[in-house]
């Protein structure tokens, strides 16, 4: 199984969570929501064989964390993977477009100039704009955008522009995200949770409730939720195999 957007160190009890992770193989993707939670989180997640850390800046925080870009340049050299960043359009944040948008570009030239990563994208109202950025930085790497919510010509935009999708329980389990599911680039998908944030029925989806998504998955494009697991399975080898990391 693979959870290819999550947020291992905001749960309650992460160590024990890693572990029961590791012991399940599971491949996960876990973000950081600041570039000063890298460190630390590194380290906890160092004992696990197939958990990955992602060096990111939140859009919902980064217009506080403007100082910390910095630290995110220096950062990168020694990050596989860069998630969570994008934009967050959410009428609450609006004054804070700007500095989402410096901050996103910032995060996007430095990731060009490092010769591009998978990119876990944050894009909740504000798609169009995320394209826009990613049009302006053509070789940060490969974008997928995760739980993606926007219109039909926003996703056939984004597919041209060559993103990827991660797809969770929640988002499956409404009509309109299943709706978007059916139209996604198969050999492009991913699955994840996105828990702590992620829930389902009230209760935040741990890493291991990524099977959900399979079986959702499975349902929404007509096939056996195994043919699914073999999907995604290739589906994460090519991207390693793009950006030459393990
Ligand atoms: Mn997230």
Redesign the pocket.
Known sequence: MIDF???IDLYPDPVALINECDRQGIYILS?TTTPRAWRESLKMIKPARRIRLALGL?PQIAHERLGELGLFEALLFEAGYVG?IGLDGSPELRDHQGAQIRALDAILKACQLGGGRPLSM?SRQAASEVLDALERWPGAGTPIL??FSGTRAELNRAISLGCWFSVGPAMLNSKKGAEIASLLPRNRTLTET?GP??KINGRPLRPYDVGLAETLLASTWNITVAEVTVMLRQNLRTLTAIHGIA
Do not use: R, S, T
């Open positions: 957007h999550c947020h973000m939140h969570e944050h995760h739980w996105d944030f992620g």
